[in-house]
């Protein structure tokens, strides 16, 4: 049984509180991501509500990104999974290039969305 439907039964009254659950509750109580969320997913130092806002803009922008598979004009670094594999594959896309003759660099710059 998941996370959710654990604490169902419980309300219900067909299941006794485990020690799991114990720690789930007492880990959101503390406004704490529990572990079993950010092993899968990704480490954070977020407090409970800005992880779960966090994690869904990031949903929602790959949403957005895999309906018309073309890259965005604006790309919030700090939401990719996997920065490194990103700037690899726009490289290598719009290069050309073999993977293993691809060297990355950033230039960081203060833009906003209206100056792109």
Avoid: I
Avoid at 11 to 28: D, H, P, R
Avoid at 50 to 65: A, H, I, K, M, N
Avoid at 91 to 96: A, D, F, G, K, V
């Amino acid at each position: 049984m998941g996370e959710g439907s654990d604490q169902s039964a419980v309300k219900k009254g067909e299941l006794m509180f485990s020690a799991q659950m114990e720690v789930l509750q007492y880990t959101l109580f503390c406004d704490d991501v529990p572990d079993t969320w950010t092993k899968p997913a990704y480490p954070s130092t977020h407090s409970f509500f800005l992880w779960v806002t966090d994690f869904l803009t990031r949903c929602q922008e790959l949403d957005t990104w895999t309906q018309g598979l073309v890259l965005p004009a604006v790309v919030r670094l700090s939401g990719l999974f996997y920065l490194q594999c990103f700037l690899t594959a726009v490289r290598q896309s719009r290069n050309n290039w073999l993977l293993d003759k691809v060297c990355s660099t950033a230039d960081v710059a203060k833009k906003d969305q209206r100056g792109v």
